[in-house]
């Protein structure tokens, strides 16, 4: 089914929908089938398998699904240093902070601002907490915009 229309405009969809709206060159509407969600990593990643990807990228927003993430900070090769940390993430909006402890349960979260002190919480609604439980696959933690957890 296509459909002409006046304006350029990009139109977002999540991994609910049946079908999807994309813009193209000509700017016609094709309503195509979306595929399934993909965490696009630049880098090989020591913490998330494949499966956990999977399920991480069903959580993010359609415009965080689209980018291409790359490491920017590793404690095996950046230390442990918290100004070293600020340093590497400066000036990069997006982020996805993994974590994987002793035990081997891994954890983080997706923050959709820049890193930065703050005495108050912050973020936008694309951010959020997560965690892999055996068996359970991904718990996801958010808050409702301007409450506190």
């Known amino acids: 089914m296509f459909l002409s229309i006046t304006k350029t405009q990009a139109v977002y969809f999540n991994s609910h929908l049946v079908s999807a709206m994309v813009i193209s ?12 969600p993909k965490l696009r990593l630049k880098d090989n990643s020591k913490i998330l398998t494949e499966d956990m ?3 991480l990228a069903k959580e993010l927003s359609p415009i965080l699904l689209m980018r291409n993430w790359c490491l920017l900070f590793s404690i095996d ?3 442990v240093s918290m100004r070293t940390f600020f340093s590497k993430l ?5 982020t996805i902070l993994l974590v994987k402890d002793k035990g081997g349960n891994v954890f983080g979260a997706v923050l959709a601002d820049q890193w930065h002190s703050s005495s ?9 907490l997560f965690s892999f ?4 696959g991904i718990i996801v933690g958010r808050t409702k915009a301007g409450s506190d957890l």
């Open 120 to 128: 108050r919480f912050y973020g936008t609604g694309e951010s959020f």
């Open 77 to 79: 090769t950046d230390g």
């Open 25 to 36: 060159g000509s700017s016609t509407i094709e309503l195509i089938k979306p595929q399934e």
């Open 133 to 136: 439980k055996v068996r359970q």
């Open 90 to 94: 400066k000036g990069h909006k997006s």
């Open 53 to 55: 990807k999977e399920q």
